[in-house]
């Protein structure tokens, strides 16, 4: 075998299968990245920058989702297109350097965010508070942001970043166990710790939920405040699922044997629906806005979604 993922073939030029993994993928990045482009037009049409960080939870949180998809939507469709038109890995290699690394970098992001938007439901439901982001979110995006941009800057220093016969992550011959432990471990850790958080959280939802049914005053109001706001966050989880479900899935696979061709196809669309799964959480917090806005105001600013 090579030194690195160049000596790799290309996925499905053996079998006919090549357009029909870049094909698909393009179409997804392509809707991906349209619908993100709208959710951030959206939110700012009628709000200000300037009052950005004063915004709900639920409205940044898409905002901060919608940059990472656009980000890595743009590096992806030139991955894409560079190998569907060339029918040849990126060259030179610092291309595929710089397309690994953004992809690296805002998967990584949305999963930590995603795992802190749990967390941050869990902690409203259970204990009435929730995490401090510290002034203009800088805590959450120096978290989410500047983290995965250093264990990217280590991969490339590392030389784990290049072709892996299907794009431009870590390198197919050489990178293999650090992708494994910067995407794959993360993703089922955060899939796992989501379901469990995500589950007592309902769970908790559920039993205050029937002891507040027919109950009235400040104290109730603000319960079910806090139920809302946990209902809405927990929409970006749901949606982190459907994204990442089969990358998952296919980074504990290829660590036994060869991935069928079945769930490869199913990473390549489904992980490139991101922005198209947040622009429905975002048609759907707007929705719930405009109810709520309908309602008497009675729920605290610290239960605001």
């Not at 784990?160 to 794959?184: A, E, H, I, L, R």
Request: glycine share 8%.
């Amino acid at each position: 075998m090579g030194k690195d993922g160049y000596s790799l073939d290309l996925a499905g030029l053996d079998n006919g299968q090549f357009y029909i993994i870049h094909v698909p993928a393009l179409t997804c990045i392509f809707l991906s990245f349209i619908s993100a482009i709208c959710v951030i037009v959206v939110s700012f049409k009628k709000k200000s920058f300037k009052t950005f960080f004063s915004w709900s939870r639920s409205e940044r949180f898409v905002v901060y989702m919608a940059i990472c998809d656009c980000l890595f939507n743009v590096a992806h469709t030139m991955d894409h297109m560079h190998i569907a038109i060339t029918k040849d890995h990126p060259h030179p290699k610092g291309i595929c350097i710089f397309y690994g690394f953004m992809l690296a970098v805002f998967i990584t992001a949305q999963t930590l965010m995603v795992n802190i938007v749990a967390i941050n439901a869990f902690m409203l439901i259970f204990f009435r508070k929730q995490i401090n982001f510290g002034k203009n979110d800088w805590r959450l995006l120096t978290y989410i942001f500047v983290a995965p941009a250093i264990g990217g800057i280590i991969g490339i220093a590392l030389d784990q970043m290049g072709p892996n016969g299907s794009f431009c992550y870590f390198d197919g011959v050489n990178g293999k166990q650090m992708g494994v432990f910067f995407t794959t471990v993360p993703l089922l850790a955060v899939l796992f710790l989501n379901s469990v958080f995500y589950g007592l959280t309902y769970f908790r939802i559920h039993q205050e939920g029937k002891r507040l049914k027919d109950t009235v005053g400040e104290n109730a109001a603000s319960v079910k405040g806090a139920h809302k706001a946990a209902k809405t966050m927990s929409l970006f989880v749901t949606a982190f699922f459907i994204q990442w479900w089969a990358m998952a899935i296919y980074g504990a696979w290829q660590l036994v044997e060869d991935v069928p061709q079945l769930l490869f196809q199913a990473v390549t669309t489904f992980s490139n629906l991101g922005g198209v799964l947040n622009g429905i959480v975002f048609i759907i917090i707007k929705k719930r806005q405009n109810t709520t806005e309908q309602e008497p105001k009675s729920v605290t600013q610290t239960t605001k979604a």
